[in-house]
């Protein structure tokens, strides 16, 4: 089975900073590892995805995370936030089985203060 | 290209009733998930649809089933309602066998139990 630990319940930060998201991860097989984001009332949107290959993955809104297998970390990075970036972040896992459930860790609310 | 369209989008519920919650997967997609998310929690896997029939289920009591129609949107029905059960539900759609995950979010339907 797989779990995913988001040590951050909240990360206050102003804007311009540049913000680092945690995100770890358990798994007994090898997994796909994703970041979403959650705007106020409305769903999940895809911020990136690791399935394979460069253990560096950069996303939309100038979004990057790198995969460390050693450390089961999946960490979300951004240089430079803006205000509209305020959202909760979800980071997922999921296994190569044959529906690729997501599990989801708790969520990490970004809120970037002016 | 519409993207997933659930609905309704808000509804209130007394203990005890029955609700049912409509999913229409974004064009092109085959493959229906539903997702429950509590307050302050991350989503969490309720089963999956494909060619009408239900390929795997996540730990959620027998209260909660699904149908899939040939059009392949999708029914989460939900009885016995519980206070517990109140929750942004989020459907995603695929299309089985897509090596890119291309999981696509609805904007949830928030059930409220009273």
């Known amino acids: 089975a797989q779990s995913v630990t988001q040590l951050d319940s909240q990360v206050p930060v102003f804007e311009e900073a540049p913000v680092e998201l945690r995100c770890n991860y358990s798994s007994s097989v090898s997994v796909y590892l994703f970041w979403y984001v959650q705007y106020p009332n409305q769903g999940l949107q895809l911020l990136l995805k690791y399935l394979s290959g460069s253990t560096l993955v950069k996303g939309i809104n100038g979004f990057e995370a790198e995969f460390n297998k050693s450390q089961t970390s999946f960490h979300l990075r951004k240089p430079s936030v803006h205000i509209s970036d305020t959202a909760e972040y979800f980071c997922?896992?999921?296994?190569?089985?044959?529906?690729?459930?997501?599990?989801f860790g708790t969520g990490t609310l970004l809120a970037v203060q002016p | 290209d519409a993207g997933v369209t659930q609905s309704p989008t808000h509804l209130i519920k007394t203990r005890g009733q029955q609700v049912t919650l409509r999913c229409s997967p974004k064009s092109g997609h085959d493959t229906v998930s539903w997702y429950q998310q509590a307050l302050g929690q991350g989503p969490q896997f309720i089963f999956q649809y494909y060619e009408e029939e239900e390929r795997q289920r996540g730990n959620f009591p027998d209260r909660f089933s699904g149908h899939q129609f040939p059009n392949y949107s999708s029914e989460l029905n939900v009885n016995a309602l519980l206070l517990g059960d109140s929750a942004l539900y989020l459907c995603a759609s695929s299309k089985l066998g897509q090596r890119d995950y291309g999981y696509t979010f609805g904007s949830g339907t928030r059930l409220t139990v009273v």
């Open positions: 997922a896992v999921s296994d190569h089985g044959a529906t690729n459930k997501l599990i």
